[in-house]
């Protein structure tokens, strides 16, 4: 494996690069991109340039925004991070916002002078924010000004972060870093990044719940967009994006920004897009493609009975935990809308299996995408007859590659990358989800480290030991249940629950709270004394 040339002058990224012999195979024939390339300008002044210029690339905040009015606004704030923020290529620049178009112009403005981005939910607390910046080792971070508490909280005691700016999220574009680009040239000369350059770091926590982050290069942005939004897909200028997650995952970055903009469809970012309101969205914006989890698609389906009209609904994409088959039926009967299942993880950067809109069944997550090959193998790679029930192992042109990270090793296997997830491969080659193979618990398309909910718990006076499980939910596919051993003198009881709930939405974002909690006498142990979560698990299954 040989790296071409890299335009960053701080080499921090590529020197903690896991060592190549702990790469996955890459399968790059099919996308091939020049020496030179900054997925920023091809996602902007490119598509101004193929003649997209007036056609609507971003709608939010009460208006639409132009592929020339996008490129124009992200080229002023790239000159006021070089100029005015001493950003170089190879920084790492944090962004904390909600989904909105600013979000969505600084990621590309910092992408543009050769930074590194690093994208963060606004949920996030100030200590999970310094696990992400001492990770990354970030000077810079860009926040949106409602959500600036946390972020200063977190610079506060940072050993590396030397600056927070503030951006207006809103439409009146009155925050510092607003004021300070709207002074700059519309023409920026981007720095010229190697396509093998790392563009972005995607986090995400594993079962212990320190963060790991994913590096992906420039050409990585352009590959999940020439796959799968273009394969799957099949996406059209005219067409009209919506969803739920958050520009945060690299599944809501694909899908709500790197897809539509790739192909100069338009993007709609709604701070307050959610399960519940997802239909109401589709009718107002006439969408046509929609983004999000099976949990929306529940809550969706109830809003159908009433008359909902999903005309301009041309897919529906479900990602972030499995669709269940009676979600998949009931959406097809209802709507007669084509709903996609697929699978993508934060170290693949996006979908790789995948329904195709000629070939969709329940109960089926699909075939790997044109350029990857997956395969079920057991825990000595070895493959696995077709029906038999093993472990994931998928390549393809992108794949896992963890910023300094022993955990590297047990991510990618033999040139094969390891999801963590449990399949089954039937005798027509299509892959059948089973199960987690961790103890990662997934609900309404989160992933919650078990460990970071019971440290949180343990945080609280109240708490003498805990243990945290997730358990089915009709509605969210799993929620977060703790099993608590209170201290003497602390009597059980629904205000407790609350407090202990509350207590964790403060200490770690809320998302995470457990939504059932237990009290015990005592918690399973082995004889060395350490938790036997399973046996919860089993008890709570019988």
Known sequence: MILGPSAHVDTFTRDNLPPFEEWPDLLLDGFDYPETLNAGVELTDAMVEKGFGDHTALIGNGRQRTYKELTDWSNRIAHALVEDYGVQPGNRVLIRSANNPAMVACWLAATKAGAVVVNTMPMLRAGELSKIVDKAEISLALCDTRLMDEMALCAKDSRFLKAVVGFDGTANHDAELDRVALGKSVKFDAVETGRDDVALLGFTSGTTGEPKATMHFHRDLLIIADGYAKEVLGVRPNDIFVGS????????????????????????????????????????????????????????????????????????????????????????????????????????????????????????????????????????????????????????????????????????????????????????????????????????????????????????????????????????????EAHIVLVEGVAAGDGVVKTLQDHVKATIAPYKYPRSVRFTAALPKTESGKIQRFRLKAERQA
């Not at 103890?439 to 019971?454: F, K, L, R, T």
């Open 245 to 480: 997650p958050p520009l945060a995952f690299t599944f809501g970055l694909g899908g709500l920004a790197i897809f539509p903009l790739r192909f100069g469809a338009a993007a709609t970012l709604l701070e307050h897009a959610s399960p519940p309101n997802m239909i109401e969205i589709i009718e107002t914006y006439r969408a046509t493609i929609s983004f999000t989890a099976p949990t929306a698609y529940r809550m969706m389906l109830a809003a159908l009975d009433e008359g909902a009209d999903l005309s301009s609904l041309r897919i529906a994409v479900s990602a972030g935990e499995t669709l269940p088959a009676p979600v998949f039926e009931d959406w097809v009967r209802k709507t007669g809308k084509p709903i996609l299942d697929g699978i993508g993880a934060t170290e693949m950067l996006h979908i790789f299996i995948s329904n195709r809109l000629d070939d969709m069944h329940p109960a089926c997550t699909g075939r790997p995408l044109t350029g990857y090959e997956a395969k079920i193998v057991d825990e000595d790679m070895s493959e696995l007859p077709r029906g038999e029930v093993g472990r994931l192992a998928v390549r393809g042109p992108v794949g896992c590659r963890y910023l300094a990270d022993t955990r590297q090793q047990k991510y990618v296997k033999k040139g094969w990358n390891l999801t963590g997830d449990s399949f089954t491969q039937d005798t027509e080659g299509r892959f059948h989800f089973a199960a987690r193979s961790d103890d990662m618990i997934i609900s309404a398309g989160y992933n919650i480290a078990g460990p970071e909910v019971e440290a949180a718990l343990l945080k609280h006076p109240h708490v003498l030991e805990c243990a945290v499980i997730g358990i089915a939910d009709e509605a969210r596919g799993q929620i977060v």
